[in-house]
């Protein structure tokens, strides 16, 4: 039987806005810059970590942030970081319709929807 496990998420981003994503994941959401690799560096975007979790954040020249699609983020404490993400102004949605989990949503730099879940 084939084994699967998650090696990154993927968003799109547009040209140019690295730094503005740089401060949200980074200053915000405390991850870490991962290093890509030369070849795929000289496309712009960037890859940010956190524990287990990876992102890519990769440049689409036709860019539309995921208003529907989002990744679903566990966190230890969900208030820390809605405390974290409404400092920084951003909108946070609470949602209590996820059975076994607190979760809310917010949106990136860029507008994209992000789904963050903390097991009850």
């Known amino acids: 039987m ?3 496990a998650l090696h990154h ?5 547009p040209a140019g ?3 503005a994503c740089r401060a949200f994941y980074l ?9 890509k690799p030369p070849v795929l560096a000289a ?27 989002h990744p679903g983020i566990l966190v230890a404490d969900l208030d820390d970081v809605m405390a974290r993400l409404t400092a ?21 730099a860029v507008g994209n929807r992000l789904e963050f879940l903390q097991p009850l």
């Open 88 to 108: 920084n102004g951003t909108e946070v949605v609470p949602d209590g319709e996820f059975p076994g989990h607190r979760r809310c949503y917010a949106q990136d």
């Open 17 to 19: 806005s690295e730094d």
């Open 43 to 69: 496309r712009g975007g960037l890859w940010v970590r956190a524990g287990t979790l990876e992102m890519h954040l990769g440049v689409e020249a036709d860019f539309r942030p995921a208003r529907k699609a």
């Open 9 to 13: 998420v993927q968003l799109a981003i």
């Open 27 to 35: 200053g915000v959401l405390g991850m870490t810059e991962v290093a």
């Open 2 to 4: 084939t084994t699967y």
